[in-house]
């Protein structure tokens, strides 16, 4: 009934299940099954049982036989089976067993009987995280074997040849069954798709999909993430990006390290990145210079090894982390705490074994089939480490079989501090400590690898003599969501953010209550979190990075709940900073940057019919910008504008919302630009100046209610740039941009003059005047609209001009200020204060725009009231000189 309901049909016991299920494409009541006991724990990786093999149903799975006939017997660990489209009484099995008999097996009397074809151990390489075969749609004889690298056969499993695909560790192959040239291969880098039977292979670079083991966030302005990625490298992202998108370019790079490890990066240097991978290696590399370095605290190679005869037992995921009051000392995590002083020279333990320390589980990985020697089962270790934000020296460490130990005196003593009821062995997989208060801690663990899929969350607040459980499984985080990572908001006591299996989860009560957070992010495993600059920073496993911008709803909480009239939240600080403002478009997009400028939030308790403003004033009291859920009038969007907004480009204020909720909003903390003349030609448009750093008024008001909060705007903290510089940029931009809107005004005079005379001049003729009359009214009217015109002339380009014309025509007093304009704005990527020559350029255009304007004030004060004595004389209406708006420029 299409998945409505199931019957369980074949059951071996409570650790082997099927793995693999095929059927017979001739016949769909013919079905074989791979089963495997796979256990996972934290210490080892079990592949194998005697239940294991391949066992095949008749009657549409109702009943189920375990084949033999020549499959091997005993121990069976991992199975693939695969059925031929082409013939379906051959069948493959890629088995894992005992007694050198893994190895593709082949029946060709549909499983009556089999036959080891093949035992090329690149087949079976690692058997539990792989074996799977496939067999092509259409020849028998070819069969597909995906393991560390992709093999194919031609000759029925005879002989193999390795496919290259973009990405080791092959897991998956689906063929067409229509044209077996199109095919997708699944493997530890993504998906890939061949349109040529595997001679090439699309990128894998369009797939946000990377597993990352933790995460860092440096102090950078904007800041990077790094982390570790599981089966490539460790990898650098921004945060944000000057161009609109974020792409794989060459900001993104490697640090060092390798797949698996925790990063730190120095404080004081971002080029400075200590990396770590298993075994122990942690790499310190300077970006700068390119040199790297390998400094593991005791260089022993651990892979293959039996961890209780190991020196130093560093895990898969070892913590690495640079103190937060020496950014000189370091600290590696074995089940020693590490340190050194002096970037990895050298290195000093300043701790016992702080684990349960239990031998049975410090034995070889893997079995009872095939060792696994990655290091990824070395148990008995220190997974998590902090060093208190408050006070040097005082450490906390959580192991990964169920250990909480604390330093108060720099290491020289440890105490345990495990709560009463922390699960027995329970993971530790990170430690929290407060920036509100000294002595108060957050813990996540996890116990999923023994079969306990509960949340764990603890909280102290008095260096761990006692503990408070945050997760009962019915406080909002279910049963089942184990926690990976929790962490306190350090700009909000108490407002708690967890990281589970299944997704984010917050708390504003400090843990007694939860609820889901999950907003647009994936259903995905967190699996660390950090706060940096308001922002909430996440990595996950499978679905790379992502940034939750501005917290600040989160941290006015409590002023949303007791308000029951609309509210404007207070608006965290804005940078003036020219980086890119959420555009995601292109073939190579990886990311979507914040919105620039300033994000500010309103919330309504209803719907509203009201209009809805925010006005934005200046220091001086000055009108900003205003933003309003009132559709504007004006004229259609031109064509431009209008391809802009297809591309999903903004082309200009969206309206506010008035429905009930929370709400957001941005300034791109520029003015308006300034009003030009009509038909002016301008080349590469205007650019909006932007707002100097200081305080600024945001305005919200909802019919006659209103509410106000203050907005600072700081200057970019990448540049050296003096405050007065933007002080002078602006006011030469007013300057400039009041002449333009000037000369904008005086051309609409002069518009609407010549247009009022030239109306004259119609309509005398049907007058009731002598010829002489009439020849004086169009002599004067002549003369006034030849003179305007050449006035016109001076004050801006009336031809249209194109860059290839040769007569071109120059460029007149407004295209020229605009032009200044433009040079001194950059394109709105401009700080500094305008150059000597903008400043020679500007006094010299003020000086022919007043007298330009002088002139036409003569013409208009003169000749146009000459003009209208004539017409007063002969009872004819006058011209209406429309009068000026702004004050005349010194």
Same mark, same amino acid.
């Given at each position: ?48 049982? /005697?239940?294991?093999?391949? &066992? @095949? $149903?008749? =009657? %549409? +799975? ?9 499959? *091997? ?72 074997? /995906?393991?560390?690298?992709? &093999? @194919? $056969?031609? =000759? %029925? +499993? ?9 990405? *080791? ?72 990006? /000057? ?648």
């Amino acid at each position: 009934d299409g998945g409505a309901t199931w019957e369980h049909v074949l059951f071996l016991n409570d650790s082997t299940g099927i793995v693999d299920v095929v059927m017979n494409p001739s016949n769909p009541r013919i079905l074989f099954g791979g089963a495997w006991r796979g256990e996972r724990k934290p210490w080892t990786m079990i592949s194998g049982g /005697p239940e294991g093999g391949v &066992y @095949k $149903s008749t =009657d %549409g +799975g109702d009943t189920w036989n375990k084949l033999g006939g020549g499959l *091997p017997e005993g121990i069976v660990g991992k199975v693939g089976v695969a059925v031929s489209p082409a013939n379906p009484e051959r069948v493959w099995a890629i088995v894992e067993a005992e007694n050198d008999q893994s190895g593709l097996y082949r029946s060709d009397n549909g499983g009556t009987s089999w036959r080891r074809v093949s035992t090329e151990k690149g087949l079976y390489t690692r058997p539990w995280y792989y074996m799977h075969v496939f067999a092509d749609p259409t020849d028998e004889n070819t069969v597909w074997v /995906p393991n560390v690298l992709l &093999y @194919k $056969s031609l =000759d %029925g +499993g005879q002989n193999f040849t390795i496919v290259p695909t973009p990405h *080791p560790d092959s897991h998956v192959l689906w063929i067409n069954p229509h044209d077996t040239d199109i095919m997708i291969e699944g493997d530890d880098g993504g998906a890939t798709v061949t349109l040529n039977g595997g001679r090439t292979w699309s990128t894998q670079r369009n797939q946000p999909t990377a597993e990352l083991y933790r995460l860092t966030v440096d102090h950078q302005f904007p800041y990077r993430l790094y982390g570790a990625q599981q089966d490539n490298t460790t990898v650098s992202v921004p945060s944000r990006i /000057p161009p609109g998108t974020i792409s794989d370019t060459e900001l993104e790079f490697q640090v060092g390290g390798g797949e698996s490890g925790h990063i730190a990066v120095d404080p004081r240097d971002p080029n400075i990145v200590y990396a770590g991978s298993f075994g122990g290696f942690i790499s310190r590399v300077d970006l700068a210079t390119g040199e790297a370095r390998n400094i593991i605290a005791y260089p022993e190679l651990q892979l293959g090894q039996r961890p209780s005869e190991l020196r130093y037992r560093f895990q898969w995921n070892a913590p690495i982390l640079i103190s937060p009051h020496d950014p000189d000392v370091i600290y590696h995590t074995s089940q020693m705490v590490h340190r050194s002083r002096d970037g990895g020279q050298t290195w000093e333990t300043i701790s016992p074994d702080l684990t349960a320390n239990r031998p049975e589980h410090q034995d070889f990985a893997g079995g009872p089939i095939t060792r696994d020697g990655t290091g990824v089962e070395v148990y008995g270790t220190i997974f998590s480490f902090q060093e208190s934000p408050h006070t040097a020296g005082e450490l906390w460490a959580g192991s990964d079989d169920g250990r909480i130990h604390i330093s108060r005196d720099d290491g020289a003593t440890w105490a345990v501090v495990t709560p009463d009821d922390f699960p027995e062995g329970a993971t530790v997989n990170s430690i929290d400590l407060s920036a509100h208060a000294p002595g108060r801690a957050i813990v996540a663990a996890y116990r999923y690898r023994e079969f306990d899929f509960q949340p764990y969350i603890f909280k102290t607040d008095d260096y761990g003599q006692r503990w408070e459980l945050l997760t009962d499984g019915e406080n909002g985080i279910p049963d089942g969501h184990f926690v990976r990572v929790a962490r306190e908001d350090p700009d909000r006591l108490g407002l708690l953010y967890a990281g589970t299996e299944f997704g984010m989860y917050v708390s504003a009560d400090d843990g007694q209550h939860w609820q889901s957070f999950q907003q647009n992010l994936p259903v995905t495993p967190i699996t660390d979190i950090q706060l940096r600059g308001g922002d909430l920073v996440l990595s996950t496993q499978g679905r790379s990075f992502w940034v939750l911008d501005d917290l600040s709803p989160l941290h006015q909480l409590d002023h949303q709940a007791a308000t029951a009239s609309a509210h404007l939240l207070a608006p965290r600080e804005a940078y003036r900073a020219f980086l890119g403002g959420g555009f995601n478009f292109g073939p190579n997009r990886r990311g979507q940057n914040r919105p620039t400028g300033a994000i500010m939030y309103y919330s309504l308790p209803e719907e509203t019919e009201s209009p809805v403003t925010i006005a934005i004033f200046d220091a001086r009291g000055d009108t900003v910008t205003t933003m309003s859920s009132e559709p504007r009038q004006g004229p259609p969007p031109g064509p431009f504008a209008q391809l802009l907004a297809r591309l999903g480009f903004p082309t200009g204020p969206g309206l506010l919302s008035k429905a009930k909720g929370l709400h957001r909003f941005s300034w791109n903390l520029q003015y308006p630009t300034p009003t030009v003349p009509a038909r002016t030609v301008v080349f590469g448009g205007i650019s909006r100046p932007t707002a100097p750093p200081g305080t600024y008024r945001v305005v919200l008001t909802v019919g006659d209610w209103s509410m106000t909060q203050d907005l600072t705007v700081r200057a970019d903290p990448r540049l050296a740039v003096n405050e007065s510089e933007y002080i002078a940029q602006f006011e030469f931009l007013e300057q400039a941009g009041g002449t333009i809107e000037r000369l904008a005004d005086r051309m609409d005079a002069l518009r609407s003059t010549r247009e009022q005379v030239q109306a004259v001049q119609a309509v005398v003729e049907d007058a009731e005047l002598d010829s002489v009359a009439i020849a004086g009214v169009n002599a004067a009217a002549d003369s006034i609209v030849g003179k305007l015109a050449g006035v016109e002339g001076e004050m801006q380009q009336t031809k249209s001009v194109s860059f290839y014309d040769p007569l071109g025509y120059p460029g007149k007093l407004t295209a020229q200020l605009i032009y200044l304009y433009g040079a001194v704005t950059g394109g709105g990527l401009t700080n500094s204060r305008p150059t000597d020559a903008s400043y020679q350029r500007l006094e010299l255009l003020l000086v022919e725009t007043n007298d330009v304007l002088r002139r036409l004030q003569v013409i208009l004060e003169t000749d146009v009231e000459a003009f209208n004595q004539l017409l007063r004389e002969l009872d004819l209406p006058p011209v209406v000189v429309k009068k000026e708006q702004r004050e005349v420029i010194p």
